[in-house]
């Protein structure tokens, strides 16, 4: 049975820690949201209060597995068909389906795939090449926070041959013995394939941003490690529900790694939520462009460096292409700051 869960573009950001009945009700709640939009676009679909009415089934009798990672994208929402899924949208025969692609609105992506006219373009892509989205690709499209030109991540069979096209595209293929049925991956194995076939700490930030989403459990994320190599298992301790994004997860792993006490999302009086705090007096603030760009919250943030400097504490706010471009002179100038013990003493303004 398949969750009738969140738009594939982005789920909106949410505060939940894996809370069973959080999950059910944000879920449903965006499901509802873009069900209206969607249900405008499908041909010969069932009707709209069929649709919700099995939703609110599903969701019921799926409250176990949508926080324990055994959470699926519906066809629906990316837009992506096999020849039995098509019962979905109201096609049932050949004689409906010929007048759907005669009337433009599905199209022929490969053999017994179809796809509707605003279908997910990365999911059309990879059911072009015989192939499945997940890993990367797949967590994004549950909402994950993922790092900006990722590429598009397939996942292919051993048998397999590297398709032409996508050396021309910025695409990452991973191999497996056997493909799914379904277009894209359960949450639970793009997850897994994530830790699989990329670094520790790419896992590690895959794994806090589902946390903090309320997609999985602190505990299950702690095991999906531990199942890993020792390097990565090492890394299960450090793992908390309270990293808004990738950005601060990474910088953050960053301080854990060098033993230091580090702390995010801390609310200080007279300043008000910071990023990160590093020992005592050290606050790191993650800048993002989508988030930091308006002029208002431009002046705000400047605002609260002024006052965290009055209160003793030093700031250092980092953008997003100091923490994923440059990462590595970024790290060199965090350590610098970490070997002057500025993290571990408050330093007061004298007033004149």
Not at 122 to 132: L, T, W
Not at 163 to 182: E, S
Not at 251 to 268: A, D, E, G, Y
Not at 340 to 351: E, L, M, Q
Request: aromatic share 8%; with cysteine.
């Amino acid at each position: 049975m398949r969750i009738q869960c969140n738009d594939v573009n982005r789920m909106e950001q949410q505060d939940g820690h894996g809370d069973a009945s959080w999950c059910v009700f944000a879920n449903f709640r965006i499901y509802i949201h873009r069900i209206a939009i969607y249900h405008q676009l499908l041909p010969t679909c069932v009707p709209l209060a069929r649709l919700i009415d099995r939703t609110k089934e599903n969701l019921a009798n799926n409250t176990k597995n949508l926080c324990n990672g055994g959470m699926y994208l519906d066809s629906q929402f990316l837009g992506v068909f096999n020849r039995s899924a098509l019962a979905q949208i109201g096609i049932i025969n050949d004689r409906q389906l010929k007048k759907s692609i005669s009337a433009g609105e599905l199209n022929r992506i490969a053999r017994n795939w179809f796809a509707l006219k605003n279908a997910n373009p990365r999911v059309v892509a990879a059911i072009h090449i015989g192939a499945r989205v997940g890993c990367l690709t797949g967590c994004s499209l549950f909402g994950i926070w993922v790092p900006r030109n990722t590429g598009i991540h397939y996942v292919l069979p051993v048998s397999r041959s590297r398709p032409a096209v996508t050396y021309r595209d910025n695409a990452c293929l991973h191999r497996v013995r056997r493909l799914i049925q379904d277009p894209i991956y359960s949450l639970d194995e793009c997850i897994k394939q994530v830790l699989q076939f990329h670094d520790r700490e790419t896992g590690f930030i895959i794994l806090e941003s589902a946390i903090n989403q309320g997609l999985i459990s602190l505990e299950n994320s702690r095991r999906y490690l531990e199942s890993q190599t020792q390097k990565k298992a090492a890394l299960s301790k450090y793992l908390c529900a309270t990293s808004e994004s990738g950005s601060e997860s990474r910088v953050r792993l960053f301080f854990l790694l060098k033993r230091t006490h580090v702390q995010s999302q801390v609310q200080i009086d007279g300043i008000g939520r910071v990023d990160i705090l590093v020992g005592r007096s050290l606050i790191i603030e993650c800048d993002s462009a989508a988030y930091h760009s308006e002029y208002k919250r431009y002046i705000y943030d400047r605002q609260r460096d002024l006052a965290a400097l009055s209160l003793g504490y030093k700031v250092i706010r980092l953008s997003y292409e100091q923490i994923w471009s440059s990462w590595e002179h970024t790290q060199g100038i965090l350590s610098k700051a970490l070997q002057a013990r500025i993290h571990r003493k408050f330093t007061y303004i004298r007033r004149a």
